[in-house]
């Protein structure tokens, strides 16, 4: 609606942004059923009759929280496959598009968490649509490796995809937890580099 980059923040943002990312933390901290639209007004500090004129009720807002996150999310994941080099190059800059999403949209992971426990109505016009067109890139890439003798014969491409994506939710949810249970203080980069050599040290060909 907005056509918000959530990786760039050094935009001067309209009200409408404003009340969007209100709504965004206030959304994923409390769910779609613990936000009013005067909660988002008082966080965006805007009239809560702006709000109501723009967004019209809470699931309309709901929903288009949902649709900026997931779609900006997989606009950046899709990003990783449009560019050159090999499918291992491909994976590791996969694996650092989702570090970056977890740095720069801190509530895009809650927000997912959250319609996986208990989903909205967009849960699948919206959350399961981008999650599948991600999944889809990238099991189609661990195919191409598959193919090119780049990684083993014989693995899944899409539980390949899964168990990528299941070392990085892991940490994400680890590192919320209070007392966490991630080595203190937690190093992202390290995380990072450790879990990409020991995804592609199982997926390698010669292991």
Same mark, same amino acid.
């Given at each position: 609606?907005f056509?918000?980059?959530?990786?760039?923040?050094?935009?001067?943002?309209?009200n409408?942004?404003?009340?969007?990312?209100?709504?965004?933390k206030? !959304?994923?901290?409390?769910?779609?059923?613990?936000?009013?639209?005067?909660?988002?007004?008082?966080?965006?500090?805007?009239?809560?009759?702006?709000?109501?004129?723009?967004?019209?009720?809470?699931?309309?807002?709901?929903?288009?929280?949902l649709?900026?996150?997931f779609?900006?999310?997989?606009a950046?994941?899709?990003?990783?496959?449009?560019?050159?080099g090999?499918?291992?190059?491909?994976?590791?800059?996969?694996?650092?598009?989702?570090?970056?999403v977890?740095?720069?949209?801190?509530?895009?992971f809650?927000? !997912?968490?959250?319609?996986?426990?208990?989903p909205?109505?967009?849960?699948?016009?919206?959350?399961?649509?981008?999650?599948?067109?991600?999944?889809?890139?990238?099991d189609?890439?661990?195919?191409?490796?598959?193919?090119?003798g780049?990684?083993?014969?014989?693995?899944?491409?899409?539980?390949?995809?899964m168990?990528?994506?299941?070392? !990085?939710?892991y940490?994400?949810?680890?590192?919320?937890?209070?007392?966490?249970?991630?080595?203190?203080?937690?190093n992202?980069?390290?995380?990072?580099?450790?879990a990409?050599?020991?995804?592609?040290?199982?997926?390698?060909?010669?292991?």
């Amino acid at each position: 609606m907005f056509g918000i980059q959530y990786w760039d923040i050094t935009m001067k943002k309209s009200n409408g942004e404003l009340m969007l990312d209100a709504a965004t933390k206030l !959304f994923a901290e409390n769910g779609l059923a613990g936000v009013s639209l005067s909660e988002v007004a008082k966080g965006a500090g805007v009239d809560d009759a702006e709000v109501t004129k723009l967004f019209g009720n809470e699931e309309k807002l709901y929903e288009t929280v949902l649709e900026s996150q997931f779609g900006n999310y997989a606009a950046r994941m899709g990003a990783v496959f449009d560019k050159g080099g090999s499918p291992i190059d491909k994976i590791e800059l996969l694996a650092r598009a989702m570090f970056d999403v977890y740095k720069q949209a801190p509530y895009f992971f809650p927000l !997912f968490y959250r319609e996986l426990l208990n989903p909205s109505p967009f849960f699948e016009s919206i959350v399961i649509k981008n999650i599948r067109h991600v999944a889809y890139l990238s099991d189609n890439n661990n195919t191409k490796g598959i193919q090119k003798g780049q990684l083993k014969r014989g693995i899944n491409p899409a539980y390949a995809t899964m168990f990528l994506a299941g070392m !990085f939710h892991y940490y994400f949810l680890a590192s919320r937890l209070e007392g966490s249970l991630l080595p203190q203080p937690a190093n992202d980069e390290e995380y990072l580099s450790q879990a990409i050599k020991v995804f592609l040290t199982g997926l390698n060909k010669g292991v």
